[in-house]
Structure formats: C-alpha cells, structure tokens
T-cell receptor, first 117, second 117 residues
C-alpha cells in the first residue's frame, strides 16, 4: 500500500543536540511538507519542497533544516538553535499544483512526537 | 496572503444530533480548493471532504456536508447523526489553484468537537 512513513514515533533530544526526523513516501508525489503542531493548536508549516533539490521556508523555519536529495525522502533536522522543539511533527505529501489533479489533498504520515530530555 | 479562520475552538453535540462547524477564509483569488480534515486522538490527519471553488454544488460525503458560500468566503461543515467516533479536532484548509512556486495549504487553528453520549 502506498503511504507516508515517519520515524521514529517518539524522539527525545538533549540540550545542544541536533536530531533528524525521517519522512519517506512511496506515493510518487513531487511535493512534501513538514508541519509542527503544538498541543491544542493547528498546523504550522516549517518547510516544503515541490521538487527534488529544491525547498522553501514555511512560516516557522528558524531552528530547522531540511534536504530533498530524493523524491521519496524529506528529512527534517531540528537544530540546537530551536529553543522550544517539544511538539508533534507531521510530514505530508501531495501532487503539486499544475500536475495531474489540482486539489489533490495532502496525505499525512502518523507523526513524530519530539520531547526535550 | 490567504488566511483561514475557525472561530469556534471547541464545540459539543449530543450523539445522533447535527452540528455545524464554521470556517471563513480570506483570499483575492477566484479559483481554489477547500478541505476539512479530521484529527482524532490518534493524531492521524484524515480528509473528510473537499470543495472546488468553481463548483456551486455543495460537496457531500455520507453524513458530512458543507455549506459553501463563495461570496461570503464561508465554508462550514455539517455533521449529521453525530457518532462517538466523530469526536476529534477538525481543521479547515485552503489551497490555491494557481500554479506557481509558492504551493502551500493553509490550515485554520481547528475546532475540537466533543460528542456527548
């Protein structure tokens, strides 16, 4: 079955440490996204990528970095510069606008919960 | 810039009754897509229903229907015959249909729906 896999499900970060959240999709989607969700809050966009080797900052990119070396993979690194990393992180993918079916909604992974030790 | 507003942080409904969740949005575009997503306690994001702005007919999916008022920029979700499994956070989302590099889906802050037995 096609889908999005996020790992790990739970992650703990020590002070001053960088951690990387994995996101892999086998839906053949060109576009991928990272969102942050704080308790009781909506989704805030961190980074997104529409094609390989290209990505754009979202609304809260500071303290995060991404790469898009392969179509299937869009890992997110939470750097030590992100002072309040505790949150639930969701990865999503979709066909980009202008391709196939506009309005194709995003498919989401099951999320990674990141906490500080 | 487009915005999505959900003015009801929380709502409650008796089981088997009908409830309507509100969503308004702001855009200068005429062609776009609107979505309602459900996020149950498992934190998975599940697409409930979508509406294409150029279609006047309101979308319906079983017990879920929308009231799309384009001129008023309103996109409410009606849940009929509410069931305990409908308890979740509901997010309204907007996506432009314009094909350009800035491809983002914009989410509201969500409405938490409680179902009373």
């Amino acid at each position: 079955d096609g889908g999005i896999t996020q790992s790990p499900k739970y992650l703990f970060r020590k002070e001053g440490q960088n951690v990387t959240l994995s996101c892999e999709q086998n839906l053949n989607h060109d576009a991928m996204y990272w969102y942050r969700q704080d308790p009781g809050q909506g989704l805030r966009l961190i980074y997104y990528s529409q094609i390989v080797n290209d990505f754009q900052k979202g609304d809260i990119a500071e303290g995060y970095s991404v790469s898009r070396e392969k179509k299937e993979s869009f890992p997110l690194t939470v750097t030590s510069a992100q002072k309040n990393p505790t949150a639930f992180y969701l990865c999503a993918s979709s066909h980009p606008k202008g391709r196939v079916v506009l309005g194709q909604p995003q498919h989401f992974g099951d999320g990674t919960r990141l906490s500080i030790l | 810039a487009q915005t999505v507003t959900q003015s009801q942080p929380e709502m409650s409904v008796q089981e088997a009754e009908t409830v309507t969740l509100s969503c308004t949005y702001d855009t200068s575009e005429s062609d776009y897509y609107l979505f309602w997503y459900k996020q149950p306690p498992s934190r998975q994001m599940i697409l409930v229903i979508r509406q294409e702005a150029y279609k006047q007919q309101n979308a319906t999916e079983n017990r879920f229907s929308v009231n799309f008022q384009k001129a008023a920029k309103s996109f409410s979700l009606k849940i009929s015959d509410s069931q305990l499994g409908d308890a979740a956070m509901y997010f309204c989302a907007y996506r432009s249909a314009r094909s350009n590099r800035d491809d983002k889906i914009i989410f509201g802050k969500g409405t938490r729906l409680h179902i009373l037995p």
